[in-house]
């Protein structure tokens, strides 16, 4: 089992700790709920530090990273970000990630907590051309501040860092380390992850909570987390995400760039979508106070059509709430849920189920 | 953790109020606390018969789903319709508003042989540290 550097402080807060990625990490501190709400109304802090920290580097980093991953590199500039993947052969996701381009030869993928060997082994088995390859993961801690107010809180400590826009970011110092700032986060709020030598992750982190206290900020946990991100929309890999299934099928075709002429998976992505895609992944809220969870089949009448990749409570709705995989040809939106095999009715719903 | 003297308390954290031939069941304040914020309950109907360590309903947390389990057998006559509306009382006041049933004792029932099987508060508390 691995721990982050913040586990002693996490202890000290009443955190519950769950095993995630590998890692004993925080699953709740007050409760999934308050940590819930806090994001959405104020400001919360999450340890992340389990996420993976990739370096390529060298004179053909941007030419390999846009053979390795679909959506554009080349178009990034330096302090930008995006959302993309590791794809196979087949088109199927080994993960997804950000890249944020460092410099004209430098990129970091921040990747899964439970895919960073797997990832690493992948992009080392097609390294090509002049670069390294290091996983800076054991070095590196990530701490993210989301919420409405989490420009107030990130201000005093990184000086005008709401001036960033979306997936950009800055280098900033922090006790004489580096730290890369970035407006991301994984919750649809307006939030900031800061990248940052493990050294000092203790102190921004007593940092931004200092700053935040005015603001009612709170520590999250991964299981609030987890309700964040599933009344968003976002895939988990793992849940949405696997290595036999195409982003296609998960709404997430914007990502993939098929005006390049080359990256792995091009082909097989280009074929699925000339044959179109046989499941397509939806929302879907219930009609009563039943709660979805993983797996439950979905049905149309008296026939199985799909099946729950994620189900939980959403604290914003008051309700239970689905993300399914559901046979693409299927226009019905009222749908059941078997739940522990009684029959559920819930309504097929536009992602994400809160709109931002 | 709160453990009143005068339950019952079964292994798998329910308690039990005995009043005569009247059982009032829910879970405990140790089980409330591990599932962290309920916030969807489902009991059995009125009328049902239940033998002891028979399923009585299941408590939702965000993240997770358990069954209870009746910690003595009789039918239930009551069922709290607060706390199917409110199910967040089970993490604020697990022995009283949220009790969930009451039972009706089985008046041929072997209560006295399946009151064996229950904890009293001193060997509940110690059965839950040793599980932590």
């Given at each position: 089992m691995h721990y982050t550097s913040l586990y002693e402080t996490h202890k000290k807060l009443g955190a519950r700790f769950m095993e995630f990625g590998g890692f004993e990490m925080p699953l709740q501190y007050t409760g999934i709920i308050d940590e819930h709400l806090s994001v959405r109304n104020r400001a919360g802090i999450f340890d992340v530090s389990h996420m993976g920290e990739i370096f390529i580097e060298g004179e053909d980093a941007e030419s390999f990273c846009e053979w390795l991953t679909?959506?554009?590199?080349?178009?990034?500039?330096?302090g930008q970000a995006e959302y993309t993947f590791l794809l196979n052969e087949r088109g199927g996701v080994i993960d997804d990630m950000i890249i944020y381009r460092?410099?004209?030869?430098s990129f970091m993928f921040c990747v899964n907590a439970s895919n960073t060997d797997k990832d690493f082994r992948w992009i080392v088995q097609n390294k090509r051309g002049n670069i390294s390859i290091d996983d800076m993961s054991q070095d590196i801690g990530m701490i993210s501040v989301q919420g409405p107010l989490s420009g107030r809180v990130a201000e005093p400590v990184f000086?005008?860092?709401?001036r960033l826009k979306r997936f950009s970011f800055d280098v900033r110092d922090f006790m004489n380390k580096q730290v890369y700032v970035?407006?991301?986060?994984?919750?649809?709020?307006d939030g900031y992850e800061c990248f940052v030598d493990k050294s000092v992750v203790v102190d921004l982190w007593n940092a931004l909570m200092d700053s935040g206290r005015t603001h009612g900020i709170k520590p999250v946990g991964l299981g609030a987390r987890d309700t964040l991100r599933a009344e968003m929309g976002y895939p988990l890999y793992g849940m949405e995400l696997s290595?036999?299934?195409?982003p296609l099928s998960a709404n997430l075709?914007?990502?993939?760039?098929?005006?390049?002429?080359?990256?792995?998976?091009r082909d097989a992505l280009a074929s699925a979508a000339r044959q179109g895609i046989s499941k397509r992944l939806v929302g879907i809220i219930m009609n009563g106070k039943s709660i979805p969870r993983h797996q439950n089949p979905v049905l149309l009448k008296d026939r199985v059509i799909g099946e729950v990749t994620t189900g939980t409570y959403s604290p914003s709705l008051s309700r239970g709430i689905a993300m399914a995989y559901i046979d693409n040809n299927i226009e019905a939106v009222d749908v059941g849920i078997d739940i522990r095999s009684i029959l559920h009715t819930g309504t097929i719903v536009q992602l994400p189920f809160i709109k931002k | 953790m709160q453990l009143p003297k005068d339950l019952k308390y079964t292994k798998e954290h329910e308690w039990a109020r005995i009043e005569g031939s009247t059982i009032t069941v829910g879970i405990t304040d140790y089980a409330q606390d591990k599932l962290g914020d309920i916030v969807f309950i489902e009991l059995g109907e009125t009328g049902t018969q239940l033998k002891q360590g028979d399923k009585l309903g299941t408590v939702e947390s965000v993240k997770s789903v358990s069954d209870v389990f009746t910690p003595l057998s009789g039918s239930i006559k009551e069922v709290n319709k607060e706390v199917i509306d409110h199910p967040e009382l089970i993490n604020k006041d697990p022995y009283n508003k949220a009790w969930m049933v009451r039972l009706s004792a089985?008046?041929?029932?072997s209560m006295n042989s399946e009151m064996a099987k229950l904890l009293d508060a001193d060997a509940y508390e110690k059965y839950c540290k040793e599980a932590d």
């Open positions: 679909p959506n554009h590199v080349s178009r990034l500039a330096e460092l410099s004209g030869k000086p005008s860092v709401s970035s407006r991301t986060g994984y919750t649809g709020e290595e036999t299934m195409t075709g914007w990502v993939i760039k098929m005006d390049k002429k080359s990256f792995i998976g | 089985d008046p041929k029932g």
